[in-house]
């Protein structure tokens, strides 16, 4: 069993700064594919980005690239999300998520098998 669990959201204004962790349990986890989502209310859930086992490819979606990075510390089976610029539509809850065997660059939310329980982000204009 895997368990995920983000944390680092909060309250800012646009253009602050955000780094969003999310930790797992398992041994697994060096192994899995690590993806980053976000759902707003009233709306889906949508892909922000992934990142492979050994961190060498990541995937963003086109409205975060070049403002989030992705990253992850397999030797404390945690993955970031560092968020700057941040802008109101940015305002979501954001979920982390694992997966495996289905290739190095994961988007489709279909894909992945354990979740974690979120953290709310909101940004102030």
């Known amino acids: 069993q895997v368990h995920l669990v983000e944390s680092g959201g909060g309250l800012v204004q646009a253009g602050d700064s955000l780094r969003l962790s999310c930790a797992a349990s398992?041994?697994?986890?060096?192994?899995?594919?690590v993806g980053w989502f976000r759902q707003a209310p009233g709306k889906e859930r949508e892909f922000v980005a992934s990142?492979?086992?050994?961190?060498?490819?990541?995937v963003y979606a086109d409205s975060v690239k070049g403002r989030f990075t992705i990253s992850r510390d397999n030797a404390k089976n945690t993955v970031y999300l560092q968020m700057v610029g941040l802008k109101p539509e940015d305002t979501a809850v954001y979920y982390c998520a694992l997966t495996w065997g289905r290739g190095l660059r994961v988007t489709s939310s279909g894909e992945y098998f354990y979740w974690g329980q979120g953290t709310q982000v909101t940004v102030s204009s």
């Open positions: 990142i492979s086992t050994s961190g060498g490819i990541t």
């Open positions: 398992g041994r697994i986890f060096s192994s899995t594919v």
